[in-house]
């Protein structure tokens, strides 16, 4: 019988900041990934604008980001969803519609880092106090 272990995160210091994305994402990082990511946040959120964003680890070899906010952040999707998330909430969301963007490159290297960040993301998503109110933002 195996068993199966939640997935858990840890924020990056300073200096595993470029390491850490470059080893997922190789140089797409701060020119497709990144950019990509704060415009999904844009776009998602009209409260957020813009700052300073921490970057973690996963367990399981994933990677995300989310924005270092105060308090619960407005969200509208073309989904339909409408309901309020937190930072880390906002930004795990952003990272989902990114990684799914990307994976449909034509570079099917990249494609696949992404669809594979993607599903190790969502292991870590599974289990978020917010899973149900994400899930509804990603449907």
Known sequence: MTSICAVTCVKLDDDQRIGYP???FGMHFPFRVEPLIYAFASKLSCDYRGGHWEMYA??????????????PLHVSCENGFQGRLSADALGIT?????????????????AKACAC??????????????????LRATD
């Not at 952003?94 to 990249?110: E, G, I, K, P």
């Not at 870590?124 to 899973?131: F, Q, T, V």
Request: aromatic share 16%; proline share 4%; hydrophobic share 40%.
């Open 94 to 110: 952003a990272c989902l519609y990114a990684y799914s963007h990307l994976s449909f490159s034509s570079r099917l290297d990249f």
């Open 58 to 71: 996963l367990c399981n070899g994933g990677f995300y980001m989310a924005p270092s906010w105060e308090g």
């Open 117 to 134: 960040q993607y599903h190790l993301l969502r292991q870590l998503m599974l289990d978020h106090p917010e899973a149900e109110a994400i």
């Open 22 to 24: 470059a080893k997922n």
